[in-house]
């Protein structure tokens, strides 16, 4: 049996059908590129800045051609002049959904399968060729891309007894999914990848937090010294008042106590005059009775 390995176009169309985020689009492509041969065409294994740039140039031609999300025309995402590899040349257009289909069911492991009918495909895929020749394109596109049908009761159905108008359970062939289980699932690498960022945000924070209260401590402080300073400035210029005002009172009162001693001077000399004079009369007096 064929093996089909997807090609960059193939995963180019699977990130704008299937929505992936740009932060997302280099987990994915890791996780591609780790599974390798098993999927990967051998030229884009060998080196992985090669095979994300090959992805990103298809990203860019398939944005350029109108192919966008979901609801774009799924016949944009085989270049014009392309030739099927794996269905009819008619039928291209389903070999392209059919690869989108089973790259889904390959990066969403925990997936066991999708509902799809096939006998309702042909319109929104603009198939025109005979419903029998479709059923035999469906029949080698599961078989090339390692996908099998089940009926509702989760029985297996055989596409070459002819399709269905129900719906389908379309899974991965379980030997296929097997050996996809060797590599490390992404929702794991993605949940790895979450928990280190998580704890990388943690201690940026954390850093963060702790340059904050460094910061808050210095201005704190800072405050408290100008704080400080201001009452210190204060008390000196209350002391420098106080001082002054001291000065001056002494400065008032100097005045005053020079003219009460001149006073009191002068009183004593007066009291010296009185006394001398009233000796003078008793000696006077003394001479007169003497006489």
Known sequence: MINYLY????????FKWAGVSSHQEKEYLNYIFQIGADILAKPLTRDYDEFEKAVYRELYYLWSE??????????????????SLICD????????????????????RNLPYVHVNFTGLMLPLGLKGEFSD?????????????????????????LNLGIPDEKLCLCLDAEFRKNLSEHEDIRMR????????????KKTSAA???????KKQRLLKRKMAREAAKALREAAKAKMAEEEK????????????????????????????????????????VEKKET
């Open 89 to 108: 040349q008619e039928f291209i257009t389903l070999e392209s959904y059919m690869k989108l289909l089973a790259l889904h069911l390959i990066f969403s």
């Open 134 to 158: 479709y059923e035999k394109n469906v029949v080698k596109a599961c078989e090339i891309l390692h996908l099998t049908t089940h009926d509702v009761y989760n029985q297996p159905f055989d």
């Open 7 to 14: 090609n960059a176009r193939d995963i180019a169309a699977y």
């Open 246 to 285: 001291k000065t001056e009172v002494k400065k008032a009162s100097k005045p005053t106590s020079k003219s009460s001693a001149k006073t009191a001077a002068k009183k004593d000399s007066e009291v010296k005059t009185k006394e001398t004079n009233k000796g003078k009369k008793q000696t006077k007096s």
């Open 208 to 214: 963060i937090e702790e340059k904050e209260e460094k």
């Open 66 to 83: 109108g192919f966008e999300n979901e609801f774009s025309d799924i016949a944009l995402i085989a270049p014009k002049g392309a030739v």
């Open 190 to 201: 993605f949940l790895k990848t979450a928990a280190s960022r998580l704890q990388e945000f």
